[in-house]
Each structure stands twice: as structure tokens, then as C-alpha cells.
């Protein structure tokens, strides 16, 4: 009876990883099969390295938005790796028990907060401020860096931990016997231990926020121009395609999941190219 309770739960397990692998290539054959035909309609280089997007005048070009997802994505992480890492540790190996049981509930509050609601309080909170301190409308490349910024933070500070704990405890007792204080401990020890588990972590982070679209595009300004500060309206990739898929048709829908096929494609070197980095620290 065992036996045959494993051998089902075996197959159960099958089918659900093959139905996923399913999904996935599903999801891929749609997107090339109807974005590759309209990529080389366009022209590669004019789609890719054209600088003007104007679907009335049938000219689809979108480095701009290319660049700005980019930014945007690179600027949440230099706001949010560095608190959320920091974070992981005080959880981690500093956090008190009785401080821990209402900051653990909290951080995990922010995952399940959805998007539009901090494309709200971006709206209504971040872009005032950016508006008093520096002019113009507050929408710009550094109020949606803030607000993607936080945003990534519940799956930083998660993973983190769950990679910092997961360090064996002899590793901590053997540096503090060598004579090495707590923080040293934790930052030339432990860290680099779980060094792969933070960079998942990073992975992670950066797929939330270059795939991010309803907040974003409540902040950044949607302006479909190459940036030239921080202060300057930028649209991504994701926030095109939501603000125009609605009312599109023809060429102009086609462009569209010609971008949701530069998207992918994107998100798929990024998490490639750190996959090879972990395989190389890891030999």
C-alpha cells in the first residue's frame, strides 16, 4: 500500500512539473511565433535601436523604453539590495525574539501588498515628495527606482534569511573562537557562505522589478524619450505594453508583443547570465 501511495504521489508530481514546463513553453511559442514575424517586418535595427515610438505614424522603435527599464530596474537596486541585505542579517543573527515576532509578520505584509496599492501611495506620497525637493511633476526615473526599491524588499529580506540561517551554526562558533567579534563574523563569514542563496535573492529581485508594470507606470512619467537625469519621465518595456495593448490592433498590437518578446528575452540573459556566475564561484 505504501508503494503504491508513493508511486501515485510520484506521478502526481510529474504531471505537475510537466504541466508547468507546459505553461512555459506554451507562453513562448505565442510570443515568438507572433513577435519574431513583426520584429523582422519592422526591421531588427529599427525596432530595437529606434529612438521614436509613434504607432500613428506607424514608427515603432522602443530603446527608449529599453534604456528605461534599465535604469529604473538598476536604480531599484541600488536602493533596495543594500537595506534588504542588511535587513536579512538583522532578522537573520541581531533581531531580538520579541522584536522578531512583529518584524518578521511585517516584512512578510509588504509581499502581499499589491501592486497597484504602491503605485497609489507612490502617486500620493513619493511623487509630492520628489516634487518639493527637486521641480517639475515628481515623476521621473528616481521616483520609480524608490518605488520598485521598496517594493522588492519582501523578497530580499526573505531569502536573505532563509540563506543566512541556513549557514551551519559551526561556521559563526568557530570564527568567534578565532577571536572575531559578532559583525565580523556575519560579514566575512556568513555572507560570503551564502553567497549563492543572496544571489537568487538578487535574481529574484531584479525579475520583479524589470517585470513590473502598474506601479511603475503611476510614477515614471511614461514618456516614451531616451532619459537624460534622473529627473527625467522615463516609460519601460512592461509599462508600454499595459498603457497601449488596450486600444491597439493591426501592427500596432503586433509591435506590442514584439516588445513582450524583447521583455522575455531580457529577463532570460539576466537570469542565464547569473546562473553561469554562480556556476564559476561555486567551481
Known sequence: MNKLREKSMGCVFLVTALASIFAVIIICLFLFANGLPTIAEIGPFDFLLGTTWKPTNDIYGIFPMILGSIYVTAGSLIIGVPVGLL??????RFCPPRVYKYLKPAVDLLAGIPSIVYGFFGLVVIVPIMRDLFGGNGKSVLT??????IMIL???ISVGEASIRAVPESYYEGALALGATPEETVFKVMLPAAKSGLTAGVILAIDRSIGEAMAVSMVAGNQPIIPDSLLSGVRTLT????????????????ALLATGVVLFIFILLINLSFSLLRRRDDK
Not at 535587513?87 to 537573520?92: G, K, N, Q, R, S
Open 87 to 92: 535587513c536579512a542579517v538583522y532578522l537573520a
Open 154 to 156: 519582501p523578497t530580499l
Open 144 to 149: 520609480a527606482s524608490i518605488l520598485l526599491g
Open 239 to 254: 509599462a508600454n505594453i499595459v498603457l497601449e495593448m488596450g486600444y491597439a490592433a493591426d501592427m500596432h498590437r503586433e
